[in-house]
């Protein structure tokens, strides 16, 4: 068999439709199915024309190559075509009445003559009786099944020796047909199995019995609206119940007691391929293999859906009864005299298409990209499409399959994926904040810059000629005590104004370098602490370095320590905390306080803005810390809660400065 040619790609995917469940590659014993970017594709060199795929694909995404339309053009152009039905028929069509109707509406179509290929499997059945008398030392495995077949020569080449050299039934009653007919006859054959149709070139064309369903449909063929007829000879015998498990051993003649028969019977994806991988180890020396890809051909992918097995094989039991009570021995004997020296011989090729076995190292390498690091992370849990994680990476290295198809792998990445989506989404709000924040205070801050300018001179007026009347003045004079009021408030104005003008950055910085890890300590020890209190000074690096204004960075620290301590008057926990990110520092003062009201949020920097009581805050503390951190080209980000249900309350001070500010 030959699926390489495109014209014979008897199963492949129809992409609109595949929804990347991977049951495909699931179903497929011999893993046949690759997936690229994301879509399964069925690969012909490797197929086997189960139809495992097509049966077990719920979008119909898996279909097969169908061969309707040159069926009708070959009964149009010729009146000489036979019809070859496979026995599994009353399996399938249920609805017809009697199997003369049912021959009748396949005659209509225009088959000159209609066979039963159960007598190929009379024959066939013969064939192995001698095969396996004649060479008791051999162990063979049965070739009337083209999947499994193909599966030994493109999946087991070592074992095409095994291989029984016997045609299938179907083939078998092609030469029959040859022989009783015509040379020049063509040959369609009807049945369940995709695989059929790549079988052998002695049959014209191979259809399914749901093909033929399309067929009686399209033409509005029914039981009603045709002539009862009955097969054309040869008669079958025994070989109707060929197509369920244990038939052939039926046809024969053969018990399936395995403590007097060596034969062992094994139908279905699964059950298949473990007699053969047991049979290639030598575990099953001595006994011979029937093997059926399906689990019985009653179960082919060309049937319909619908219909359980066990009633499926009743329906064929009831038949080949029915069939043999009626059967004229004597003739059948005659009929198989006549054909039994017809050459049913068949030779197989092997053509290797098993996959490259990677290194352990190899393997090792894909476990690890799909995060499986030890054996614990091997969950084998067939989402893939795969039975072991192992095989996943092995069809990986061989191109079959992609990294994303191990679901608890691609599950994790998706989590950690939302979870840095998060972050960025929560930087991203923080950073929208911080910039709307900036440009209020930026606008602020040149409003500031111009009444501190305006300020400075009528202040320094009003220092100097106080001072002076204060000189002027004798010790005793009542004026001296207003002069101290007016001295007093004049510099107290001094310093709002100087406050002003560090919050429009209009000052300068001295660096130099300083152990940040000792003066956050310090800090600390630069306050008055109440009793009800308590301190703690954390820090991620044992070493830090970096180049502040340690006068106007002390004030930045001991205000906010300060105000974290005014909001905890029943007492509370501070705690100011040190982390080296590499080209920035970042200093975080935290308290457990009552938090800072949302609404408050985006007005704590604004210059005269405070939440204390009157005479005791002015309002520029804040923002005389914005102004020094951006003067070090810094950043300050604040959180605070002051709902209990959300967690504990208080608020915390991010101070992020770089190592080396540029000035």
């Known amino acids: 068999m030959n699926y390489i040619n495109l014209d014979d790609i008897l199963v492949y995917t129809v992409k609109d439709r595949c929804r990347v469940c991977y049951t495909c590659v699931r179903e497929c014993p011999v893993k046949a199915i690759k997936i690229i970017n994301g879509q399964a594709e069925v690969m012909p060199e490797r197929c086997i024309a189960c139809g495992n795929c097509v049966n077990m694909c719920s979008q119909g995404a898996k279909t097969f190559n169908k061969h309707l339309n040159k069926v009708d053009a070959l009964l149009r152009k010729d009146n000489n075509v036979i019809a070859a039905v496979a026995p599994s028929f009353p399996a399938e069509f249920t609805e017809i009445d009697t199997t003369g109707q049912f021959v009748g509406m396949i005659r209509k179509l225009g088959f000159s003559k209609v066979v039963e290929v159960s007598f190929g499997a009379d ?135 395995v403590t007097e028969c060596d034969i062992i019977v094994a139908d279905g994806k699964k059950n298949f391929m473990d007699a053969l991988n047991e049979f290639e180890k030598g575990n099953l020396d001595g006994k011979h293999l029937n093997l059926l890809c399906c689990d019985g051909c009653i179960m082919g992918p060309g049937m319909s859906k619908n219909g359980s097995r066990l009633n499926r094989k009743n329906r064929i039991s009831d038949y080949a009864k029915n069939k043999l009570s009626k059967l004229d021995t004597k003739e059948w004997e005659e009929q198989i005299k006549e054909f039994e020296t017809l050459d049913f011989s068949r030779t197989f090729n092997p053509e290797d298409r098993r ?24 969950l084998n849990c067939k989402a893939c499409g795969y039975d072991t994680c192992r095989e996943h990476a092995i069809a990986i290295i061989n191109g079959f399959a992609e990294n994303e198809m191990c679901l608890p792998h691609s599950i994790e990445i998706m989590h950690q994926t939302i979870n840095n989506l998060n972050v960025t989404n929560d930087k991203l709000a923080t950073a929208r904040q911080a910039l709307k924040q900036s440009e ?30 204060k000189d002027e003045s004798k010790d005793g004079d009542p004026i001296r005590e207003d002069l101290d009021l007016i001295v007093e408030q004049a510099d107290r104005c001094k310093k709002i104004v100087g406050g002003l003008l560090n919050f429009a950055r209009k000052n300068q910085i001295v660096t130099t370098k300083t ?116 003067m070090h080209k810094g950043q300050i980000n604040v959180k605070s809660n002051t709902d209990k249900d959300l967690g504990p309350t208080g608020t915390s001070f991010a101070i992020r400065l770089p190592k080396k500010p540029i000035i």
Request: charged share 20%; proline share 5%.
């Open 123 to 257: 024959l066939v059945a013969d064939q192995y009786n001698e095969l396996l008398q004649k060479n008791s030392g051999v162990s063979y495995i049965s070739s009337d099944c083209p999947a499994v077949v193909a599966c030994i020569e493109k999946h087991h080449p070592d074992l095409v020796k095994n291989l029984a050299p016997i045609v299938s039934p179907m083939v078998a009653i092609g030469r029959v047909i040859k022989k009783k007919y015509s040379e020049d006859v063509n040959i369609v054959f009807i049945g369940p199995c995709i695989a059929k149709k790549g079988e052998s070139d002695e049959i014209d064309y191979s259809i399914t019995f749901t093909e033929l369903r399309q067929i009686f449909l399209s033409k509005g063929i029914t039981q009603d609206t045709v002539v009862h007829s009955e097969f054309d000879p040869p008669t079958s015998g025994k070989g109707s119940i060929f197509p369920v498990s244990h038939g052939l051993l039926n046809t024969m003649g053969l018990k399936s007691d």
């Open 355 to 378: 996959q490259y076995l990677p290194s352990e190292q190899e393997i090792t390498n894909a476990l690890k990209k799909i995060g499986k690091f030890d054996h614990m992370d091997h």
């Open 515 to 630: 152990d940040i890890i000792e003066f956050c300590r310090r800090s600390l020890q630069s306050i008055v602490i109440p009793s009800n209190i308590t301190t703690k000074f954390i820090s991620k690096t044992e070493k830090l370095e970096a180049d502040i204004d340690k006068d106007q960075m002390m004030q930045v620290l001991t205000n906010l320590e300060k105000n974290g301590i005014d909001a905890m008057p029943d007492g509370g926990h501070l705690s100011i905390k040190v982390e080296d990110l590499v080209t920035v520092f970042e200093i975080t003062i935290s308290d457990e306080g009552c938090g800072i009201a949302e609404e408050n949020m985006d007005k704590i920097f604004t210059p005269f803005f405070t939440t204390k009581g009157i005479g005791k805050g002015t309002g520029m503390g804040l923002p005389l810390v914005y102004g020094i951190v951006k």
């Open 440 to 469: 209020k205070l930026a606008n602020m801050g040149q409003l500031s810059a111009g009444i501190a300018h305006e300020l400075n001179n009528p202040l320094g007026v009003i220092s100097m000629y106080s001072n002076i009347l």
